[in-house]
């Protein structure tokens, strides 16, 4: 591993792995509520911001990764090709990642060694090859803006950490460390020009996304970190191992942001060499997680980079060796929270799961290994330099061990696929979509006797207003229980008995996650016709089981992609050109 | 040579230190996921063991039953909420709604708050008023009859699809219930033997290993588009001699 040479053909040989691999496997749900999203703006002319609450360069990459169904809509149900094609652009960035390791190698001979390093990081591995998450994309700006900084390049550093969190939040973060590294070695007004370079980029890629719904935007930040009962602690965040931690999550996230705060001010006390800066950008990258309420451990990735950074600029072995133990624990953890048949359900159907990838160890057991990991990647970080000698030994065993999980979880994978093959079934992505595209919304009771009912579904309507596909929309109010009623839609009575229903045994989740056993559906769509982002009804006598009636909107997605498909491509394209200058 | 040893040495000490706490932090998850499985098997001896119903869970059933209506039911309505099952409690509940001619949104409400509660014993209770009353021929004991039979729809309408557990319905009387009898409702696995039914159409029920041995129809009893071991079945079933068969 140590030659140049052997490590550029791991390299090829890792890619071909990593490319046969990127179609057969995804997150069933993960995955499929992105291409939900795309097929949403193609086929139902919904403009791409809405019901997007991350950044504007994931959407934008996200679409272009998905153009091919538009051209040729015969293509959306080929879910490993729609697979591939997701994962491809990530692909790209974790290539772009390790060049940037490479440039900055401390160790010329190695630099070869430390890209493969990176791209057979188990995290990295995981998240973008097996799962299909996009944090490859914010992980290489991050890259970008830490090897600008210390190129001495403060200005591009922070153009590219803008890009970064105008794709997914976390490279925000490295921040307060570029703005002390310009100021130590530029001057004030350097540093002011980076925080100046950032917030433009930054506004550049997230006000289109952000503006008009500020609200939606921090209650979805807010639900994906505390819960929905803003009470939750992942078991997945070093927080999970402090006992009451579920009290307090607002405190542990300003403890998540206030890490890369004190460690920006520690870089204050001298102009900061390549790799005080890489290690500072490392620390911060695992405080950013891993002390976040709302981790989960495909997030452990952000780390990934910036670790596999600093090992290089330190030809450090023995961070390297570290961060494949934390990277792996995360891949565990996510084992033990999930069972990995989810993986190979939308190129295979339902599958059996993967023989080997599975939860071994209880999940605290994990948390503990990496609260371990996490302080001795501290100490190590600290320790003196080693000898040429000893950095090569260390480096080289580290590559080992990395290789020899690589080996093994790719086997795994593979194995997993192959077993796979011959029960091949349906891809479950029509159903996952048919439950996408269905937005149920709880009552909220107000008024005598709480017979008043109110929905407001935000922009997850997002046909409401929209001609082309409130065409393909329907609404129902469903019943737990049902009992006859009267009720007053949009000021007209209407008896229930009097619209059409139809009986079903249906478990449906509410946009504000609460679930529901419906029996019974009555059609409402021509009375909400036009559909509106809130509704109000009173019904007489009340229903007295909370949150019901729900108000449910469906949409047919193969009704209005039927309908598309019919068209010509010159007209599909004009109409998505309409659709994403919609605001 | 010096710098080289120090770094060395440096690099030895951290590594030991590391493996140190690696293994004092092995000890102490040992540790801690053994108290985690001690405290998983503790709750679970507690779960089998039913605690006793609340003080003021008892208080809440009593008023209920002096006064059944929206009002004392909200506040029975958090008790069972938070509060663990306990079939004394239920059968007082489900006693009350076989008693008392409730408003259909108040006796749904509650319907909803057992089976979520403790849907079993809910069940249960339902089954044994029933039985008890089918046994008279006094007009108040068919009308306990009638709304114990409808409780008993309304409880099995909640169940969801991947419910397979045995339920035991056996010789009750459940010709009332209404239009949504074997609308879509799950009746895997139940036992309907010697009751007596009321004839019509279901629809869309999940119909895999349920009993009709002896039941007696009050009309021709059919099934369309019903579903068997996970399968649809296209067309009409009819009921007959405790089996489904197409007609």
Known sequence: MDSPRTSAWLIGAVLLIDLAILPWTAHTFDVSVFLAHTDAVFFAHVPPRTSWALGGIMLVVMLLSQFPVLVNVQVWNNLPVRTFLFKLPVFCADLASAAIIRALSGERSAANSWALRYLIDPIVFYVTIFHGQYDALPNMFALAGIGLAIAGRYELAAVALGFGTGTKFYPAAFVPLLTVVAFRHGGVKRALAALGFFAAATAATMLPIVWGKADIFTSELDFYSYGSGGNHVSSSSLWSLVPNAALFPRLEQIVAVGVPLLLAAWELRHRSNARDIARAAMLTAISSFILNPGNHPPLFIWAAGPLVLYAAIADDGLVSLLGIVLSSTAVLIQFCQEDSREYLSLAFGPSPPFAFLRCYAPPVALQFVALVCVVALVAAAFRPSESRRWANVSRNAAGLVALAVFVLFSASIAAGIAAAVPTRGHSTFASMEKNIDTVAIAASRTGTGQCVLSYKAYDAVFFAGNEFAARYANASLGYTLYSPELLTIRGEPTPTKALPSASHNVEIVSINQGL??????????????????????????????????????????????SALSRSSLADRLKSFARTIETP | MLRLIESKSATIVVVVVLIGIALGAALIADVVARNVADDEIQKMAKAAVPAPPAPQTLADVAAFESSPDEKSWAVLHGDLLTGPGSLYVTSRIVNVLAKHDLPTPLVNAVAADLWTNDSLDALRSVRQMNVAASRYRTAREARVAERTSRLAWLLLAMRTSDVINVIDLTQMDLRAGGDSVGQGMNVNNVDFSGSKLQGGSWKGANITGTIFNGVHLTSRLTCTDCFWKDFLVNGTLVLSNGRWTAP
């Open chain 1, 516 to 561: 529901f056993h419906i029996t019974r559906e009555f059609d409402i769509t021509a009375k909400l016709f036009p559909f509106q982002i809130e509704e109000r009804m009173t019904e007489r006598p009340c229903t007295l089981i909370p949150g019901t009636p729900l108000l449910i909107y469906r949409f047919d997605m193969d009704a209005a992609r």
